[in-house]
């Protein structure tokens, strides 16, 4: 009984450690798990998992990262709040190859709207991940948006 409690601190010590490669870098990932499950699951209806995302600006640099917003998926819709920048909606879809598809302007940076270059969904245990890669880059070099939530 002591082992297992032992084992069982141990497994939640190491549940609380950061995710390493969830920098929205390279292309779409997929570990074992529940969030894999799901967005398996949810891509073979073209289709998100339905969720609300916290969203970090990224890009320039492990100190350039700052909050962005939320977004929340419901269906095909989301919608974005934006730090300092107001509400914006539109159409998300995904394909079999975790690549999504933006209709609506989802990268607003210092008031500009930003063209979306590329995005995905990745997912790492119960971690979801939304990546969305934009151009121009900000001052900061900051050109990318990456949303989390838990499966």
Known sequence: ???????GVCLTALAGCDVPGLD????????PGSATDLVDAMAANNRLPQRDYICTL???GPDEDT???TVGV???TFTMVIKREGRREGLLRVDGNRRIEVEGDLAVVDGEVRRIRS???NSEGTTLELAFDFAPAD???RDRIVCQAEA
């Open 119 to 121: 995005a995905r969904i």
């Open 1 to 7: 009984m002591k082992q297992v409690l032992i084992a």
């Open 67 to 69: 909050p962005y917003g």
């Open 24 to 31: 929205g870098g390279g292309g779409a990932r997929a570990t």
């Open 58 to 60: 990224t890009g320039g």
């Open 74 to 76: 419901n269906a095909d």
């Open 139 to 141: 001052s900061e070099g």
